[in-house]
């Protein structure tokens, strides 16, 4: 899994685009379409397809945008499509067609597979996950149940038999806490300017930001100061931070601002496309579009410029005893 993902060649960006999946022409988007109603046909199911989902005779509706998501960015290109679509159609039936795992499962077992999910608001119906928390402005975290071949995002209604909620929270935690790292990268210029990415296959890479003391010892060995680190989650499988120590936070920041921005866009299980400040587990937003929504600018709030302050004047202090 790279950190800068290149797309497959395909139809240039002068080509007619598909009218739902931008990264996708006209005829890209067609012919994708095309492979995920013949793949569901193989299963012995018609379908009929619309823009960005599919929907059965029994009214049970199937969303694409993952899936088309995943296909745009194997850099295979569009010859690997519909063995992706057809891994990906028998796995959401197989699925669904399963009993529950609520049902199935021990109490028991189900409380060792489950971990806590961040999730952007898209696509949270808050009628169904009243219990989300909110880490950030449009993030949330939600708990989901580990299967073998999906992830179950638990509902209100799903939770409710299983126990109290800051019980069943803890033990997500506990959890994640107990993941391995699956691969690290540094990513760092010439002019010292370094942040670390935890890349991996994972549903939960990204939501390890929960955790972030402990990952951040598993990665560096070192533990988190109370000035925190910046964070940036792009998608569920990338988390990048930079643990504070001094004014090397600032080109971290825009690099990192870049990084997130880049790595949320067509991605599947997008997240957030910004840098935060973790500092005691909250979460403050630091990067956002600029007015005309062409590029980024840097937000800095009043505690965390009251940082970077007392970072320049210990730098200085240094530089005078130096002196």
């Known amino acids: 899994m790279g950190l800068f993902r290149r797309g497959p060649k395909r139809d240039g960006r002068d080509a007619p685009r598909d009218p739902e999946f931008s990264f996708f022409s006209a005829d890209e988007g067609a012919r994708f379409r095309a492979q995920v109603r013949e793949a569901f046909a193989e299963q012995g199911l018609e379908v009929t397809v619309y823009t960005d989902m599919v929907s059965d005779s029994a009214g049970r509706q199937f969303g694409l945008g993952n899936l088309a ?96 909620l800051p019980y069943l929270r803890d033990q997500a935690l506990y959890n994640l806490r107990g993941l391995p790292v699956e691969a690290h990268e540094t990513v760092k210029d010439s002019e010292g300017m370094r942040f670390e990415v935890v890349l991996g296959d994972s549903f939960y890479t990204a939501s390890r930001v929960l955790a972030l003391e402990t990952l951040v010892r598993q990665v560096t060995g070192e533990e988190l100061t109370a000035d925190g680190a910046l964070v940036a989650m792009p998608f569920r499988h990338q988390l990048a931070f930079h643990a504070i120590h001094d004014t090397g936070m600032l080109p971290a ?48 709030g009043e505690e965390f410029q009251e940082l970077l302050e007392r970072l320049v004047a210990k730098e200085k202090g240094h530089l005078g005893d130096e002196n």
């Open 253 to 300: 920041l825009n690099a990192m601002a870049a990084f997130a921005a880049t790595g949320y866009e067509d991605t599947p299980g997008a997240i957030s496309p910004y840098v935060y400040w973790w500092h005691g587990g909250t979460l403050t937003q630091l990067s956002d579009r600029d007015e005309d929504g062409e590029g980024l600018q840097i937000m800095i």
């Open 69 to 164: 998501a995943v296909c745009h960015n194997d850099e295979r290109g569009p010859r690997v499509w519909p063995e992706l679509i057809h891994q990906h159609v028998g796995m959401v039936l197989r699925t669904m067609d399963a009993p529950s795992a609520l049902e199935t499962l021990p109490a028991e077992q189900i409380r060792a597979q489950l971990y806590p999910r961040v999730v952007g608001a898209e696509g949270l119906d808050p009628r169904n996950f009243a219990y989300a928390r909110t880490v950030a402005p449009g993030l949330y975290e939600i708990l989901a149940l580990d299967l073998p071949e999906s992830v179950m995002m638990l509902t209100d209604e799903a939770l409710e038999p299983l126990g109290d």
